[in-house]
């Protein structure tokens, strides 16, 4: 079965970090782009940061400098390391998986992936 269990959301004050990670099963994770959307109560739903095979990332804006995605194709995880975190950064983000992100990423998709997790919660306190 194919499958995402996304864990290490919490709650935290501004400025802190968490760390999120997502256990991919009945794929590998190395072989197809992963990332991290985000939805909450002012973002609608929004790629955060993907990495593609070849190890390519992509950030948005707002979290340039701020976000780190990683992979461990070995553990077949993916990692989103979130300093400076802000209050805007409350969401819960789901790790997800596709063949390709780039429609994403070009705006040509809104929210869209092949394979979704549950998603975990981030509050960010001020």
């Known amino acids: 079965e194919v499958e995402l269990v996304e864990s290490g959301g919490g709650t935290v004050q501004a400025g802190g970090s968490l760390r999120l990670s997502c256990t991919a099963s009945g794929f590998s994770s190395d072989g197809a782009d992963m990332g991290w959307f985000r939805q909450g109560p002012g973002i609608e739903c929004e790629l955060v940061s993907s990495i593609s095979s070849d190890g390519s990332a992509y950030y948005r804006d707002s979290v340039k400098g701020r976000f780190t995605i990683s992979q461990d194709g070995a553990k077949n995880k993916v990692y989103l390391q979130m300093d400076s975190l802000k209050p805007e950064d409350t969401a819960v983000y789901y790790c997800?998986?596709?063949?390709?992100?780039?429609?994403?990423?070009?705006?040509?998709?809104?929210?869209?992936?092949?394979?979704w997790g549950k998603g975990t919660q981030v509050t960010v306190s001020s």
């Open positions: 997800a998986a596709d063949q390709s992100f780039q429609n994403v990423i070009e705006g040509r998709w809104k929210c869209r992936a092949d394979v």
